[in-house]
């Protein structure tokens, strides 16, 4: 699976943006997408993951109400949409993929086994 992230940019505190997570090669659908940021000087975190299915969706509390995730498995694209954002949401965010993932390793960097390259998101304060 090849991931390709794009959307990202600078955006002024309170403002929105989408990034999406296009994928090519094998049957997306089968796969797990999660969302993960680093900001400088921090560790990668895990922002947002979605199940095959887009019922499962799951959530950093930091993220939870501004943030929802969504997939158009016909597409075979994943979109991060990005509300209400703040300066500490400035990051290099990547969309990464998973067939083995479940509801407990959603978080986890080891379980995903593909990764795209990031996208920066700048908020402005």
């Known amino acids: 699976v090849q991931l390709q992230a794009s959307g990202g940019g600078l955006v002024q505190a309170g403002g929105s943006l989408r990034l999406s997570c296009a994928a090519s090669?094998?049957?997306?659908?089968?796969?797990?997408i999660g969302w993960f940021r680093q900001a400088p000087g921090k560790e990668r975190e895990f922002v947002a993951g979605?199940?095959?299915?887009?019922?499962?969706?799951y959530y950093a509390d930091s993220v939870k109400g501004r943030f929802t995730i969504s997939r158009d498995n016909a597409k075979n694209t994943v979109y991060l949409q990005m509300n209400t954002l703040k300066p500490e949401d400035t990051a290099v965010y990547h969309c990464?993929?998973?067939?083995?993932?479940?509801?407990?390793?959603?978080?986890?960097?080891?379980?995903?086994?593909?990764w795209g390259q990031g996208t920066l998101v700048t908020v402005s304060s």
């Open positions: 090669g094998r049957t997306f659908s089968r796969y797990a």
């Open positions: 979605s199940k095959w299915s887009s019922s499962g969706t």
């Open positions: 990464a993929a998973s067939s083995r993932v479940i509801t407990t390793t959603m978080g986890l960097e080891g379980a995903y086994d593909y």
